[in-house]
């Protein structure tokens, strides 16, 4: 397997250590704490559809959150009541950025990752400036796309929450960087950025 294929895994379990969870595999730790309420139900949707390009998503939804403007307050406020999901292991998620985030301060906007490595790497290679590795830890609350659409819904998002695997954190969730691993050594480019999730305190 070439590099360009070859996993940044076994260097972010290297730092982590290998009692963490991570893939496809990790959505088995997941437990649901509480019911959707029918808004926060549509507000996750809304955040998650793929129906067709231009659709109002949760780009335009962190969009304004980032720019402190008030649009959409509703909206995120729905959103804040979906994280009822929980990981009983520690987890490792993936995030490809577009730009360099502020490690340490809590994020205005909802932070979407997944559990796939692949769809990080993908995102950075479409011009996104790097990969982050990001350990959330045990009893985090996250939300999770995929659980709120079923079959019969539209097929083009379907097929978008199942594949990508997303898991989102809240808004407020500070990432503590803790330095950089070079998966294959110094003369190879690849970094993946290493991170520790902390969520701010919402009640289940």
């Known amino acids: 397997m ?5 996993s940044y895994l076994p260097a972010v ?14 959505a088995r730790f997941l437990r649901q704490e509480k019911p959707l309420d029918d808004e926060a139900l549509a507000a996750l949707r809304r955040y998650s559809v ?8 949760g780009k335009a ?9 008030g649009l959409h307050g509703e909206w995120a406020e729905a959103m804040d009541r979906t994280f009822a999901w929980t990981f009983t292991r520690d987890v490792i998620l993936w995030r490809g950025f577009s730009t360099p985030f502020v490690p340490g301060e809590p994020s205005p906007c909802f932070v979407s990752a997944s559990l796939v490595e692949r769809q990080a790497r993908k995102f950075r290679s479409r011009g996104g400036a790097g ?20 079959e019969g819904d539209d ?4 097929m978008v929450v199942r594949y990508e695997r997303e898991v989102v954190l809240p808004r407020g969730t500070v990432l503590h960087a803790e330095g950089h691993v070079r998966p294959f050594g110094d003369a190879v480019r690849a970094s993946v950025m290493l991170c520790r999730a902390r969520g701010p305190e919402l009640r289940l």
Do not use: K
């Not at 070439?2 to 070859?6: S, T, Y």
């Not at 097929?155 to 379907?158: C, P, S």
């Open 2 to 6: 070439g590099r360009a294929n070859a």
């Open 13 to 26: 379990i290297g730092h982590f250590g290998d009692h963490v969870a991570s893939g496809s595999r990790a």
């Open 50 to 57: 793929s129906a067709y390009p231009g659709q109002e998503d």
């Open 61 to 69: 939804l962190n969009a304004a959150l980032a720019a402190g403007n």
């Open 131 to 150: 990969v982050a590795a990001i350990l959330v830890p045990a009893g985090m609350p996250v939300t999770v796309p995929a659980f709120v659409w079923r």
């Open 155 to 158: 097929e083009r998002t379907l």
